[in-house]
């Protein structure tokens, strides 16, 4: 799923090239693509986008009379459209301006869980927006020490629960973890005010690397392509230490980390409790 780095490096790249284009129509290509009933679209017609921006990792595009804010999700992506197809390939939504180009939303594989909110006034008070945390790469230590303590859990749980703090996902937390040299396991109501300002410089250091990488781009990256160290590395050695970089599987995820780097040397157990193992 795109992340931080991803979908504001994006959202600046859409913000050059489309702020000030006037729209001349939205058109939901998917019953599922609209999110919200209320307002119409159509009173956006004929309204010039002010921005593109981020909040977390929605994308939202201020057209003044109102804000589409759209969650990418898996493998959601909004691009230039020059083709406009009537049926274009995982079209889910797609947006016509008057100068006749358009951007188009599409989802890859067949969930279907990406979409767009059309909302009036200040889109943050609203759904999907709400309940976000603060910004994981603005979280200063001791806001995040009132976090950490407030909010019992694993780490990278902790790290990848957008109401707790927003923008983060699987592969920041793990990075982020890793450059903390903190257990994915720790529990958060047991970290301690240096463990809180080591995590907001990991945080920091980790998004200002995936920016950096993605502003260097024409377009968002593939998950196998972002920078990291342990990532979607299980089995190769740590660029740090050189030890292997070990595995949680889950059922949809998984979690990858430094044994000597982050957990004093021990293996954590391959399955849902994950106690270390002797």
């Known amino acids: 799923m795109p992340e931080l780095p991803e979908v504001q490096a994006h959202?600046?790249?859409l913000d050059a090239a489309f702020a000030g284009a006037v729209l001349d129509r939205f058109t939901p290509i998917s019953f599922t693509a609209l999110k919200?009933?209320?307002?119409d679209p159509a009173a956006a017609r004929g309204h010039a986008v002010v921005y593109v921006g981020r909040r977390g990792k929605h994308l939202l595009l201020d057209v003044g009379v109102m804000t589409f804010?759209?969650?990418?999700?898996?493998?959601?992506?909004?691009?230039?459209?020059d083709k406009q197809a009537r049926k274009p390939r995982g079209g889910l939504a797609r947006w016509r301006f008057e100068d006749g180009r358009a951007l188009l939303l599409t989802e890859a594989g067949t969930e279907r869980k990406a979409g767009v909110w059309a909302v009036e006034g200040d889109p943050e008070s609203q759904p999907p927006l709400d309940d976000l945390g603060p910004e994981a790469d603005l979280v200063e230590p001791d806001a995040l020490l009132d976090l950490l303590e407030s909010n019992p859990m694993r780490l990278h749980g902790f790290l990848r629960d957008q109401?707790?703090?927003?923008?983060?996902?699987?592969?920041?937390a793990n990075e982020v973890?890793?450059?903390?040299?903190l257990s994915p396991f720790a529990s958060t109501g047991k970290l301690t005010a240096l463990d809180a300002a080591t995590l907001v410089e990991a945080i920091r250091a980790c998004v200002g690397e995936g920016l950096a990488y993605e502003r260097g781009r024409d377009d968002m990256s593939s998950s196998a392509d972002r920078p990291g160290n342990v990532h979607g590395r299980g089995g190769l050695p740590c660029p740090v230490c050189g030890d292997d970089v070990r595995s949680?599987?889950?059922?949809?995820?998984?979690?990858?980390y430094c044994p000597t780097c982050q957990t004093n040397g021990k293996i954590l157990a391959d399955n849902t409790?994950?106690?270390?193992l002797k």
């Open 11 to 13: 959202a600046e790249r």
């Open 36 to 39: 919200t009933f209320r307002p």
């Open 69 to 81: 804010v759209v969650h990418l999700m898996q493998g959601g992506r909004l691009k230039p459209d």
């Open 163 to 172: 109401r707790l703090i927003a923008g983060l996902g699987r592969r920041l």
């Open 177 to 181: 973890c890793h450059r903390a040299k």
């Open 248 to 256: 949680v599987e889950y059922t949809r995820y998984r979690v990858d």
């Open 273 to 276: 409790t994950s106690k270390f």
